[in-house]
């Protein structure tokens, strides 16, 4: 999938979906990992991808937080501060 296409389906999935997927991601990282310590890595290049791919869903899961934070802090009504 390309760089393009993977950050556009990053923005229609849920919270859980992206946690999801960060998930699977680390998971098949963590895969390549031990392929790679015992030599049998045939694509060295896709850790760079996949460590990237990441960092991506971490950003968007993230704003999604933030945003769902400031809708449920919007909702809320503030306290009047009382001056001396």
Do not use: C, W, Y
């Not at 791919?53 to 809708?71: G, H």
Request: charged share 35%; net charge positive.
């Amino acid at each position: 999938m390309k760089t393009s296409e993977f950050k556009k389906s990053l923005k229609d999935k849920t919270l859980v979906e992206l946690a999801a997927l960060s998930r699977d991601l680390r998971q098949e990282l963590f895969n390549l990992r031990l392929q790679q310590a015992s030599s049998q890595l045939e694509k060295p290049a896709r850790l760079r991808t996949l460590r990237r791919e990441i960092a991506r869903v971490e950003t968007a899961l993230t704003a999604l937080k933030k945003k769902a934070a400031s809708r449920s802090g919007a909702l809320k009504t503030r306290p009047a501060v009382a001056t001396a």
